[in-house]
Structures are given as C-alpha cells and as structure tokens.
C-alpha cells in the first residue's frame, strides 16, 4: 500500500518558474526521500530528509519537512524542460525498505 | 556501466507460464530491493536481501512470487503461473549497508501478461 499521496496529481509550468509538489504521509518515519522518474533514466534519487531536519537544499532543490503535520514539499526553483519527470515522495520508517506516494507528473513547457 | 541493471527489460508471456528476472546491483551494494509498480502509481515494496538473507518479504508477495540471492551478488525474481494482474514494472534496487538510505534503481523488467 502506499504511505503518502503527492499533491498535485499534475503540474504543468513554463521554463523558469519555479514548481512546488506537495507530499503527506501517515505513520512516523526515520527519513524521507525524494526520486524523480522518467522514460529515459527510470528513478533517481534526488534528496533524504531526515526527521530531526526541517529544510535542506541542494542545487535548484528545495525540500522541507513538517513531521507534526506529516506533510513534505519539494520545491524546484528556475525550472528546465529537462525537469519533465514524475516526482514521488518516499518514506523510510523502521527499516529501509521505501514506501513510496503516488507521485506528481511535472510537465515544464520550453 | 556499474549501475544496477535488469534482464530482461521487457518480457510478454502468456498467463499461466513462469517467468524469471534478474538483477544486478551495483558490486559493492550489501542490500538489494525488488519493487512492483503499476501504470500511474508509485513503486510498491516486495522484498529485499542484505547479502544472500531474505530479511522482509511484502504482503503482495504472493506464494507464487519468490526470489533469491544465492551468492549476496546478483537476485532472481521468479512468478509461477503468472495471471494478468502480474502485469506491471518489476524494479530492483541495490544500496550500501543499513544506515545508507539511498537506494539506486535499475532500469525495471516491464511484464505484459496475455
């Protein structure tokens, strides 16, 4: 089953904007982690967040993470149409198996 | 190439025949993951090994699913008298010992079932 639902579903931005998906989740974790997916290079591994952290960055990535809410954003700043990519959260509880959300479909327009 | 890596990328097969995939990970990678995901969803768990011990096998892991990891190197996913709902991307994933979060993904095994 899965721990979290992303929200939105679907996001289509211009080049440069900047794109916000949203992630909530049910039980307590020990990290959580973002991947992007796409046809040409299957699942990445973009960041972890671990849960005595609230903010970390890397490159144009942005996450956050609220554990009293169970909720995590993933920000994407100054977006490319390269970033095209499905995007799921995914959860780290007592072992380190990944529960994965249903993801958001990030469509970046030239 | 030293990602992880999948064989075969797709397979057709028709239901009730057996089917077998494997999976490479990444040479110095202790642990090794098989996920199952299907159209418009995230990733589900199935199984995964530190070395050649099965530690935790999914609920959807159905007395026909087994897999194995004989030497701690390459995994085999095997599915017995396969059924349409067995239709989906097989993923396998390999990482570091515990502690070593990320997980680095191969290219998946796409089953169709007929």
């Given amino acids: ?110 | 190439d030293t990602g992880v890596s999948q064989d075969p990328r797709h397979k057709i097969t028709k239901r009730g025949q057996n089917v077998t995939f494997r999976c490479d990970p990444i040479s110095e990678h202790n642990r090794l993951y098989w996920y199952r995901q299907t159209l418009g969803q995230g990733p589900e768990f199935l199984t995964y090994f530190q070395n050649e011990a099965q530690l935790e096998k999914s609920r959807l892991l159905s007395d026909r699913f087994s897999a194995e990891r004989p030497k701690g190197s390459f995994s085999t996913l095997e599915i017995q008298r396969t059924e349409q709902g067995d239709s989906a991307m097989y993923l396998c994933a390999s990482s570091l010992d515990r502690g070593r979060y990320e997980q680095y993904f191969g290219p998946g095994t796409r089953l169709t079932v007929t």
């Fill in chain 1, 1 to 110: 089953s899965q721990q979290g639902e992303e929200d939105p579903q679907a996001l289509s931005i211009q080049e440069g904007e900047n794109a916000t998906m949203n992630c909530s989740y049910k039980t307590s974790i020990n990290n959580l982690q973002w991947y992007r997916q796409n046809s040409g290079r299957g699942l990445v591994h973009l960041i972890l967040i671990r849960s005595n952290e609230r903010e970390k960055h890397s490159g144009r990535l942005r996450v956050t993470l609220d554990t009293s809410k169970k909720s995590s954003s993933l920000l994407i700043t100054a977006s490319r149409a390269a970033d095209t990519a499905s995007y799921f959260c995914a959860t780290v509880l007592n072992t380190d198996k990944l529960i994965f959300g249903t993801g958001t479909r990030l469509q970046v327009f030239p």
